[in-house]
């Protein structure tokens, strides 16, 4: 493969990653759930390692079961401890996620110490990989880079998922006690989204890492979120941004010999930090306005 083919399959695979976690975490964002991600991306660890042992290799379905389980079972924990035990959201998150991610670790140093499957391989992923990790028939046919794939399925299934519910995300994230009233199985949703999400972090955790994919949950959603508060703008500025971060921090990875996820989320980083300074300093500038006059 060519330098430029290798360049077009990590930036698509970074943008459908980037995408997927961002139109996620904009209905997270709006039902200030947005640390529940990282709760989520962190305590799905015990369900990987797992899985790893049940399937015998990363790749298999019971990978994603097993991640897609634990994922559930944190907000599961994390809903008891706010509504039954009386504590506060921030506490049940910190909680349930370093006593899963501690589980998950201890699994690794335990049983994987010899088998390809560590802390880095879950925490931090490497998506320059993609191009040399290819799926193959059992005839021995190359199909193309497997993650690639996965990052497509993905973004296949988050998109229709926010297509099918939009009207049922978007109401019970404004208001779930309202949505209720009107029928909507608020519960439900709230674990379907929490489901996407665990999904959409082990699907991407080869690629990006558990610990980056959480910064795209976040920082793309709340980006966009300082230029427009309505749904829809809200969720193609998110889209765009995702976009954008994949090519800027491909492109300044290769410049400066680094990680590319890492510099990825970094670009999502300064994007977050110049879109607050440029919208703090218009509505400086509003509000002196108003004061002269």
């Not at 759930?33 to 990282?38: A, E, L, N």
């Not at 899963?100 to 490497?126: K, P, R, S, T, W």
């Not at 510099?263 to 509505?283: D, E, H, N, T, W």
């Amino acid at each position: 493969m060519s330098f430029d083919q290798n360049a077009f399959l990590i930036i698509l695979t970074g943008s459908l990653i980037a995408i997927s976690c961002g139109l996620l975490g904009v209905f997270m964002m709006l039902r200030k759930m947005s640390m529940t991600g990282d709760a989520i991306s962190h305590a799905v660890l015990p369900g990987i390692v797992i899985g790893f042992f049940v399937a015998g290799s990363q790749r298999g379905i019971e990978v994603i079961i097993g991640a897609g389980l634990l994922g559930i079972l944190a907000t599961l924990i994390i809903d008891w401890l706010r509504q039954k035990a009386r504590v506060q959201l921030d506490a049940s998150i910190g909680i349930t996620f370093t006593l899963l991610f501690a589980i998950g670790i201890i699994l690794i140093n335990m049983l994987a110490n010899n088998v390809d499957l560590d802390q880095e391989c879950v925490l931090y992923g490497e998506i320059a990989y993609i191009p040399i990790d290819l799926w193959i028939t059992g005839s021995g046919a190359v199909l193309g880079p497997r993650i690639t794939y996965l990052a497509l399925l993905n973004f296949t299934l988050v998109a229709g998922f926010i297509y099918f519910f939009f009207k049922e995300l978007t109401l019970t994230s404004f208001d779930e006690s309202f949505g209720s009233v009107i029928g909507i199985p608020s519960k439900g949703i709230n674990l379907a989204l929490m489901s996407m999400v665990s999904y959409t972090t082990v699907s991407s955790f080869e690629a990006v890492g558990a610990i980056l994919v959480v910064a795209l949950l976040v920082v793309p959603p709340a980006t966009a979120f300082l230029w427009t508060k309505n749904m829809m703008p809200l969720i193609k500025l998110t889209t765009v941004l995702g976009i954008a971060i994949s090519i800027l921090g491909y492109y300044l990875a290769y410049l400066f010999d680094s990680s590319i996820a890492g510099m990825m989320v970094s670009v999502a980083g300064v994007l977050f930090l110049l879109s607050a300074l440029i919208k703090g300093r218009s509505r400086k500038s509003a509000g002196t306005s108003i004061a002269n006059i």
